[in-house]
């Protein structure tokens, strides 16, 4: 219900509706294709569909990470009068802010899944890797939202250091560019836990392969490392949340 609150909150009134769910990603795919075709043009290569194609299956998953982030951090706070009014389990708020994007997610995928199949996409066998990859990626949201709305109660610079985060963590992470660019740096940015994801998704669904075993253990691994620390964080911070709101 919550979830379901947020949802119709951000879009009450609204004139284009449901279509902000698309609009945004496909912001974040324009300017991603505009990378892609600078850096066809330095190399001197022409810029190939499956190019444009790796940026759309990136960019989708990104916006719902970064979106979902900025929400999950703010939600504690935003809920106050729920919070320190009555008792139920407060990790709901950062939760439901995570589902309340993957409602947008699910809208924009659906978009490009069309687009995708009339420009001839073709999917094989290993498009089965995608729904375990979108659940590492949602517990690891998941997680770190937790764990940041409860920050965010103690010490109100956290939501200003997310910000920063979400605009620059892009350039730091195989959304406009695979990791292999980097050469023998490749393994720094596979650091990056959104990064394996970002790039078996582009591969099972655009490269038609299974994505690399050694780094996508390494994501899950932290990603449910992640979702119990701050799990068992949150918890232990709960009961001092009313007072310090």
Same mark, same amino acid.
């Given at each position: 219900?919550?979830?379901?609150?947020?949802?119709?909150?951000?879009?009450?009134?609204?004139?284009?509706?449901?279509?902000?769910?698309?609009?945004?990603?496909?912001?974040?795919?324009?300017?991603?294709?505009?990378?892609?075709?600078?850096?066809?043009?330095?190399?001197?290569?022409?810029?190939?569909?499956?190019?444009?194609?790796?940026?759309?299956?990136?960019?989708?998953?990104?916006?719902?990470?970064?979106?979902?982030?900025?929400?999950?951090?703010?939600?504690?706070?935003?809920?106050?009068?729920?919070?320190?009014?009555?008792?139920?389990?407060?990790?709901?708020?950062?939760?439901?802010?995570?589902?309340?994007?993957?409602?947008?997610?699910?809208?924009?995928?659906?978009?490009?899944?069309?687009?995708?199949?009339?420009?001839?996409?073709?999917?094989?066998?290993?498009?089965?890797?995608? @729904?375990? $990859?979108?659940?590492? =990626?949602?517990?690891?949201?998941?997680? *770190? %939202?937790?764990? +940041?709305? !409860?920050?965010?109660? /103690?010490?109100?610079?956290?939501?200003?250091?997310?910000?920063?985060?979400?605009?620059?963590?892009?350039?730091?992470?195989?959304?406009?560019?695979?990791?292999?660019?980097?050469?023998?740096?490749?393994?720094?940015?596979?650091?990056?836990?959104?990064?394996?994801?970002?790039?078996?998704?582009?591969?099972?669904?655009?490269?038609?392969?299974? @994505?690399? $075993?050694?780094?996508? =253990?390494?994501?899950?691994?932290?990603? *449910? %490392?992640?979702? +119990?620390? !701050?799990?068992?964080? /949150?918890?232990?911070?709960?009961?001092?949340?009313?007072?310090?709101?």
């Amino acid at each position: 219900m919550i979830t379901w609150r947020e949802i119709r909150i951000r879009y009450k009134q609204s004139i284009m509706g449901f279509m902000w769910a698309i609009l945004m990603p496909i912001l974040v795919i324009s300017a991603g294709i505009l990378v892609r075709f600078g850096i066809a043009r330095l190399s001197g290569k022409p810029l190939l569909l499956t190019e444009i194609v790796t940026v759309s299956i990136k960019a989708l998953p990104w916006s719902f990470f970064i979106s979902s982030i900025r929400l999950a951090t703010n939600s504690l706070t935003s809920n106050s009068n729920l919070v320190t009014k009555i008792y139920f389990p407060r990790e709901i708020f950062p939760i439901s802010a995570v589902f309340s994007q993957l409602f947008d997610f699910l809208i924009a995928s659906c978009a490009l899944g069309i687009i995708l199949s009339l420009g001839g996409i073709g999917l094989t066998i290993h498009v089965v890797w995608a @729904p375990l $990859l979108m659940l590492m =990626l949602i517990l690891l949201t998941i997680g *770190l %939202g937790v764990f +940041l709305s !409860a920050a965010n109660l /103690f010490f109100r610079d956290i939501k200003y250091l997310v910000e920063i985060f979400v605009t620059f963590a892009i350039f730091f992470t195989p959304v406009f560019y695979e990791a292999s660019l980097a050469g023998r740096w490749e393994w720094v940015l596979l650091l990056n836990p959104v990064a394996p994801i970002l790039e078996g998704l582009n591969d099972c669904i655009v490269m038609h392969r299974s @994505p690399d $075993l050694t780094w996508i =253990l390494y994501s899950a691994a932290f990603s *449910l %490392g992640t979702l +119990l620390v !701050a799990m068992a964080t /949150f918890k232990n911070l709960e009961p001092r949340f009313a007072e310090s709101i």
